[in-house]
Nanobody, 127 residues
Framework: QVQLVESGGGSVQAGGSLRLSCKASGYTYSRRCMGWFRQAPGKEREEVATIYTGTGAPYYADSVKGRFTISQDNAENTLYLQMISLKPEDTATYYC????????????????????WGQGTQVTVSS
């Protein structure tokens, strides 16, 4: 059974940086999707950045391109999200999730494919 534990959230001022970590255990499938999602109060959960391990190609939401970087340390089974130039609109609860077996990068675009999800970590950016 896959388990995900996130850490690294916090409160920063606009323009600041944070790095989120997601420690994973219990993987079964080598080809899978790994991703970060976020949900702000009153809004739907949205995809932030994901990786399809079959190709290693990352995907970023337009709102975070150039500011966020998703990466993974396979030896440590840890997924990261480096966030720079943070904006107040980045304020949300951030979740990591995995989906597997995965078949394509496009397959990783569907949130319904992701299970399990981490417990979430809060990111608050003040202006």
């Amino acid at each position: 059974q896959v388990q995900l534990v996130e850490s690294g959230g916090g409160s920063v001022q606009a323009g600041g940086s944070l790095r989120l970590s997601c420690k994973a255990s219990g993987y079964t499938y080598s080809r899978r999707c790994m991703g970060w999602f976020r949900q702000a109060p009153g809004k739907e959960r949205e995809e932030v950045a994901t990786i399809y391990t079959g190709t290693g190609a990352p995907y970023y939401a337009d709102s975070v391109k150039g500011r966020f970087t998703i990466s993974q340390d396979n030896a440590e089974n840890t997924l990261y999200l480096q966030m720079i130039s943070l904006k107040p609109e980045d304020t949300a609860t951030y979740y990591c999730a995995t989906a597997g077996p995965a078949y394509s990068e496009r397959w990783c675009r569907f949130q319904d494919h992701y299970n399990p999800w981490g417990q979430g970590t809060q990111v608050t950016v003040s202006s």
